[in-house]
T-cell receptor, first 111, second 113 residues
Framework: KQEVTQIPAALSVPEGENLVLNCSFT??????LQWFRQDPGKGLTSLLL?????REQTSGRLNASLDKSSGRSTLYIAASQPGDSATYLC??????????FGKGTRLSVIA | DARVTQTPRHKVTEMGQEVTMRCQPI?????VFWYRQTMMQGLELLAY????????DSGMPKDRFSAEMPDATLATLKIQPSEPRDSAVYFC???????????FGEGSWLTVV
């Protein structure tokens, strides 16, 4: 059974800092891994999707990497801004098993 | 702007009452999910449909929860009878099948008193 873990649970950084959020998964036979953002009181917004054949995906200041062999993914946020403050969740998709989510990292970017 | 629509957005109900939550997936999406989110457990999958057929509802308490897709534009999640431990945010999401991004609704915030 797939398990997804995100560390740390919470992170506070000053504005402008580059940061890395971590995600690990137990079953390396994944089809893809997705990163989502959730603002308080809102649903989840998809940020990046990495297929199992890819090593990384980039969107603006965000870069997500995937290492299947080690069961890890990272989300890199460059030049963080207060508007980046949110909870970031990763989710692994394994074949017919729907997305399994981590519990998220709550990010606060301080101006 | 295509989006997943959920109703109601907020619901407060008394223990023992029936609760029905509805979801309109994005037009053309053939995969629909119901997730429940709590502080303690995070996001848990309750049910999963593809082409309106239920594929996985192993995460759903069968004695009180039921999920259906009467047609391609409507998914429902019903709780009968509701209990205080059912208080959570219930999310519906839709997508185009394996390997594709899934899109979440804004959630139905349920409080059972």
């Amino acid at each position: 059974k797939q398990e997804v873990t995100q560390i740390p649970a919470a992170l506070s950084v000053p504005e402008g800092e580059n940061l890395v959020l971590n995600c690990s998964f137990t079953d390396s036979a994944i089809y893809n891994l997705q990163w989502f953002r959730q603002d308080p009181g809102k649903g989840l917004t998809s940020l990046l999707l990495i297929q199992s054949s890819q090593r990384e995906q980039t969107s603006g200041r965000l870069n997500a990497s995937l290492d299947k062999s080690s069961g890890r993914s990272t989300l890199y946020i460059a030049a963080s801004q207060p508007g980046d403050s949110a909870t970031y969740l990763c989710a692994a998709f394994s074949g017919n098993t729907p997305l399994v989510f981590g519990k998220g990292t709550r990010l606060s970017v301080i101006a | 702007d295509a989006r997943v629509t959920q109703t109601p957005r907020h619901k407060v109900t008394e223990m023992g009452q029936e609760v029905t939550m509805r979801c309109q997936p994005i037009l053309g999406h053939n995969t629909v999910f119901w997730y429940r989110q709590t502080m303690m457990q995070g996001l848990e999958l309750l049910a999963y449909f593809r082409n309106r057929a239920p594929l996985d509802d192993s995460g759903m308490p069968k004695d009180r929860f039921s999920a259906e897709m009467p047609d391609a534009t409507l998914a429902t999640l019903k709780i009968q009878p509701s209990e205080p431990r059912d208080s959570a945010v219930y999310f519906c999401a839709s997508g185009l099948g394996p390997g594709n991004t899934i899109y979440f609704g804004e959630g139905s915030w349920l409080t059972v008193v």
